[in-house]
């Protein structure tokens, strides 16, 4: 934006993106707007409206001035010069005293983002000392009070969330303000809770939201960060008593009903967060004792919400009783529930009635009627089975065995279906993904009660008298997720289940059904074991899978266990082969859905694999496994069937399903030996050549087309160096036409193949270089790494196994070597998780090459080759890998960056040193109070600390380290 727009023009522009009908012109409207607010006009334009829009009707331009001044104070802040600071701030003070008197029904927007706008100028200027203090001197009277509650809650909220990138010193002086404000904070709020609280006598007109929940969100913002601590609390508890208040009181009479619902969740939030900071500081007993002494007096509470059937408190409370447990876990497990001690038995009593009455009602909110209130519980039990299978010790795993037993019960109960339910579970349905957490909570925690024990529990439960159908399909569920853990040797509940799921009747319901081939499938291990009992369960699956459509779903489950069965019982199923292909030949037919139909062709490769009798029966049924997809593929080809996505005339489901044989197809050949496969391949590659020139300009299907060839070259390991030529010049051909990263990932398979045998690397390397024009075009456009990771990912995939495969071939000079090092020493910037692991997996390899390998013919070349190239990019490279730690990469991809400067260490220690030492030099340092900057110390500490180190671990923790000083 050249100039500075008219503020009328800017005020149309507003009404017209939220008034206008034309969404044309709401659109035009809105990429204006959005260009505004990038220049740096936006300043002044915002400034300029919230001082003349006054009236109630400019409420929508004023919330955009005051969105605006947020977003630029958010993310241009660097554009002020600083002798401006104070002025913008005594605006925006202004600005926001001008909204004490709005209405906060009204006003409340403009507010937040005024207070989020004040709360990130105060982050960012460090001349404005204790913002606080200022803040509630200048608006903590009559109708400022909610406004400055307001500002108050974002300022620890913005501090917390690192929206703002400010560096940990700058975080730490404005922790430390806070701190110091934080006395006067709490007498604040303190105030507010007496003047304007549940008990107070004044109230104020802040639309639908009382002023004790601004109070109680305030409160609970300055504990979550620390500002308020524990200590502070010790003896003077005003506002969280004024939380235990509002959660033991019914609703008052001249309170709507959603007003206590705000103020409720309010509460909890404030004494969960409370809860939450004491697991870091769990040393204030009286505190401890007080909190836990008001939440247990909330069962009754608890239980009157269950009466009134009002979910929104159950659910608050369970969420209290659920973080106390949370909180004392540490307590509950390390005494038992009561063992140990040295401290005469008074400290073991107290976390016995820790222990007992926690987890009791813990288990108490596992019994709601709602099962989303049981779901609140769940990661208190992860963190319980964590725990304990931590310290594997039995006598206190024994301990635990009586609760997760009520848990199991209660989660079985929880697992039913709607009685009059006459279908099963549709994918994506709520209940359905509840379920599917129900089973990996329970596979977590059943070592504590015992597999078997749980298994036999369940089938109890299927025998008792007058058990309905939702009943038992819940008790059989739980089942399946237990029964892979179940001993393959179990003789006594095993065969009994397996009888009576071969037994099951027809009019069963159609969800017993599903689930019970599902457990067959499950306890696939267990048939291997018991060879007797293959012939029968084959038989019943394959009628099961028969059923179809008209099985209601149990044709799907049916395939599912089918493929379980075949992989676990491959080698007792050589004999069964042909009808197992009979069944893929009818699988379209029994309306069961491609991934079953894949997951049976990876059943029945695996059975073909271990179960054949001679490398000439693997070969022909690996030829009818892949003529089942190669002739509908031909035939879409020969008659240019246009393809729909999902169907039968979709090239990718039969490509899917050929990749899935030759993926699973695994047979053990001698050295020297040709593999029975690969005349099959040798007759399915023209077929798959033709797909490449019929699709190669839809990248969908040239994925998949380059996936079958990715498994057809694994398959049959390094025996198709006849059909290299052809397939190398078409993924080149189509690449350099079309850019498909597919084609580079193809490349680095071959490589990985082929480069061993030195008769071949020539050719590579031609490919190699084939591949590099197209490839640097596409990077070198604007924004071209971000804008295409997956070439960069598979790019430097095939650089690295070019490195490992045939090392001297690749570093000894030639066109190729330094462009590539250029773009990946760009492409080290990249934040695209796959991509950059790429890149730094191509580095380390490299290096390693200089490192790997002492005693071999070549490795002083090799070394040489690598010194050579660290001395003309070693400097780079490491300031590179600095600034993109510090700037542009997320903290879980610094452990790759930390693999490369452990080779860099140990290639050559001294000069990576000075590397280091000069790419620190470079970063910003802080002085007179500069924000997101290091002091020159805590640099020296982190190059102490990355020079001194001998693994990946301790150097990405000494990164991580020097990331937190600049964001």
Request: proline share 3%; hydrophobic share 40%; charged share 20%.
């Amino acid at each position: 934006m050249d100039g500075k727009p008219d503020l009328e023009v800017v005020k149309s522009a507003v009404s017209t993106l939220y008034n206008n009908p034309d969404g044309g012109e709401k659109e035009r409207a809105s990429r204006w707007l959005l260009e505004l607010q990038k220049s740096v006009h936006a300043w002044t334009v915002a400034d300029e409206l919230l001082r003349r829009c006054t009236n109630a009707d400019d409420l929508q331009t004023r919330y955009f001035a005051a969105q605006t001044m947020r977003t630029k104070i958010h993310q241009s802040f660097h554009e002020l010069p600083r002798d401006v600071h104070e002025s913008l701030r005594d605006s925006l003070l202004e600005h926001m005293g001008a909204c004490a008197g709005v209405d906060e029904g009204a006003g409340a927007a403009i507010v937040t983002q005024l207070s989020l706008a004040l709360a990130d100028l105060a982050l960012q200027m460090p001349d404005w000392r204790t913002p606080a203090l200022d803040l509630i001197g200048r608006f903590s009277a009559g109708n400022n009070v909610w406004p400055l509650l307001e500002v108050l809650t974002v300022l620890p909220e913005e501090l917390e969330s690192r929206s703002v990138r400010l560096g940990e010193n700058r975080r730490y002086e404005v922790l430390e303000d806070m701190k110091f404000c934080a006395p006067t904070v709490n007498e604040f709020l303190k105030h507010c809770s007496n003047l304007y609280g549940r008990g107070g006598s004044e109230r104020l007109a802040a639309g639908d939201r009382p002023i004790d929940v601004k109070i109680l969100r305030c409160f609970a913002s300055w504990i979550s960060v620390g500002a308020i601590g524990p200590s502070q609390l010790s003896e003077d508890r005003v506002v969280v008593d004024m939380a235990f208040d509002v959660l033991k009181t019914d609703i008052r009479p001249d309170e709507k009903e959603s007003v206590t619902g705000q103020l409720h969740e309010a509460a909890t939030d404030c004494i969960c967060t409370l809860l939450l900071r004491l697991e870091d500081n769990n040393n204030h007993v009286a505190l401890e004792t007080h909190l836990f002494e008001n939440i247990v007096n909330l069962e009754v509470a608890y239980h009157a919400s269950v009466a009134l059937e009002d979910q929104a408190k159950s659910t608050d409370y369970c969420r209290l009783f659920t973080e106390l447990a949370e909180s004392f876990l540490g307590k509950i497990v390390d005494d038992g529930g009561g063992g140990g001690g040295g401290d005469g038995g008074g400290g073991a009593k107290r976390r016995t009635v820790y222990a007992v009455k926690c987890l009791d009602l813990v288990l108490m909110c596992v019994g709601h009627h709602d099962y989303e209130v049981a779901e609140i519980t769940f990661n208190l039990w992860h963190m319980l089975s964590e725990e304990l299978y931590q310290k594997n010790n039995k006598e206190l795993t024994e301990l635990f065995k009586p609760y997760v037993e009520r848990l199991i019960t209660a989660l079985c109960r929880h697992c039913q279906m709607e009685p009059d339910m006459e279908g099963l579970l549709e994918k994506g349905d709520e209940f359905k993904d509840f379920r599917m957490k129900v089973s990996d909570l329970i596979k977590d925690v059943v070592f504590i009660v015992g597999s078997s024990s749980c298994f036999r529990q369940m089938f109890i439960n299927l025998q008792t008298s007058g058990v309905t159908w939702d009943a038992s399909e819940a008790a059989l569920f739980v089942m399946q997720a237990v029964a892979k853990n179940v001993l393959p040797t179990e003789n006594e509940v095993v065969p009994k289940v397996v009888e009576a799921i071969l037994n099951i009747p027809i009019s069963a319901h159609v969800a017993v059904k599903y689930t019970s081939v599902l457990l067959l499938g499950e306890l696939a291990e267990w048939i291997e074991k018991h060879p007797d009992a293959l012939d029968p369960v084959l038989n019943f699956l394959v009628c099961c899978l028969r059923s179809g459509a008209e099985g209601g779903g149990v044709a799907t489950a049916a395939a599912s266990a089918l493929q379980n069965v075949c992989t676990c019982c491959g080698a007792h199923m050589g004999r069964h082969v042909p009808i197992l292909l009979q069944l893929l030949q009818q699988s379209d037919s029994f309306g069961v859905g491609n991934a079953a139909v894949v997951g049976l062709l990876k059943g029945v490769a695996s059975v073909v694999s271990c179960g054949m009798g001679s490398g000439a029966e693997t070969a022909s049924a690996v030829r009818e496994l892949c003529s089942m997809q190669l002739s509908p593929l031909c035939s879409l080809i020969e008659n240019d069937v246009r393809p729909v996505k999902g169907t039968l005339t979709d090239p990718v489901l039969w490509l899917d399903r050929l990749s899935s044989v030759l993926r699973y197809v695994n047979v053990n050949i001698v050295e020297g030996e040709i593999h029975p496969c690969k005349p099959v391949i040798m007759e399915m590659w023209p077929i798959l050549s033709r797909a490449f020139d019929a699709y190669h300009s839809d990248v969908r299907i040239m994925e998949r087309c380059c996936r079958s060839v990715r498994f057809m070259l694994r398959c049959v390991a390094r025996q198709l160096q006849d059909l290299l030529p052809s397939l190398v010049g078409q993924i080149v051909n189509i690449y350099c036409l079309y850019g498909h990263s597919c084609c580079l990932y193809v490349g680095s398979i071959l490589v990985d193949e082929y480069a061993g045998d030195v008769t071949c690397v020539r050719g590579l390397l031609d490919m190699l270089n084939a591949f590099l024009e197209p490839t640097f075009r596409l990077l070198q456009e604007e924004n071209g790494l971000k804008n295409h990771p997956d070439t960069v990912d598979d790019f430097f995939r095939l650089c690295a196994r070019f490195v490992q495969r045939a090392p001297k071939a690749f570093l000894s000079g030639g066109s190729h070597l330094a462009p590539i090092i250029q773009c990946a020493l760009l492409a080290a910037t990249l934040d695209h998780k796959e991509a950059n692991v790429s890149v730094m997996k191509f580095f380390y390899d490299l290096i390693n090459q200089g490192l790997s390998g002492r005693g071999e013919p070549d490795f002083d070349e090799r070394k040489a080759l690598v010194r050579s190239l660290l001395n003309e990019y070693g400097q780079q490279l490491v300031s590179n890998l600095i600034h993109s730690c510090v700037f542009y990469l997320h903290s879980y991809m610094l452990s790759e960056v930390g693999d490369v400067f452990v080779q860099l260490l140990d290639f050559d220690r001294q000069i990576t040193s000075e590397w280091l030492a000069n790419g620190l030099e470079l970063l910003p340092k802080q002085q007179n109070g500069g924000i997101m900057a290091a002091k020159p110390k805590q640099l020296n500490d982190v190059h102490a600390s990355i020079t001194r180190s001998n693994s990946s671990k301790s150097v990405t923790h000494a990164l991580k380290d020097l990331t937190r000083l600049y964001r």
